[in-house]
């Protein structure tokens, strides 16, 4: 045997016996730690089924009313608060947290509240919706958010939340839609260069959308002003 190979079969003698002595002292503490990895996992296998399960699904239940009275703009009020019979979103929102509903409750609100002109308790409830990786919600929720900072002329948030809800699962329906209001805003702050850039992007990335059908008027009007 080399004098490599020695040293190397030494290191592994060594690491073994400072392993087993390891065990040997600590084999108590590791006993408790692994079981309560195992507590923790079966306490959250069961959170999910015993628990979330149900109420997602009394959730799911629940909130069809809210969603034909969201619908119609008359009946917005109860959307929000319920009718007597059925609960509106708020309450969904907050007793079935965690669940897929209360969460789709929260775009909801956001969009009743904007509607209403209530701009902060849309924003406050577009914060507490989470991403589900849908194409359509997902970005109509960011953009949402950037109305209303929008509205509220807090025009440095609403550009950030127009910029992500453009990029965020880039489509032709959603994307050109908050370009053109990100170029707007832009137009706003007299960043007519970012704004161009935004208005020629739907020219050339979306020209079947809706918005590129008269975004030449808009990219004109900018090109005027630089």
Known sequence: MSSKQK???ETVDTSKKSNSKF?????????IIGGAILALLLLFFGYQKFYLAPRAEKAANEMFKAEQYAAIDSLSERAI????????????????????SANIANAYLGGLYLRKGDFEKAIEALGNYSSTGSPVIDPLVLGMMGDAYSELKDYGKAITFYKKAASKKENSFTSPLFLKKLGLVQEEQKDFEAALEAYKKIKESYPESAEAFNIDQYIARVEAKL
Not at 23 to 31: A, D, G, P, T, V
Not at 83 to 99: L, Q, R
């Open 7 to 9: 040293d190397i079969q």
């Open 23 to 31: 065990l040997q002292e600590n084999s108590k503490s590791l006993s």
């Open 81 to 100: 608060n319920g009718d007597g019979s059925y609960p509106g979103f708020e309450k969904i929102a907050e007793e079935y947290s965690n669940t897929k």
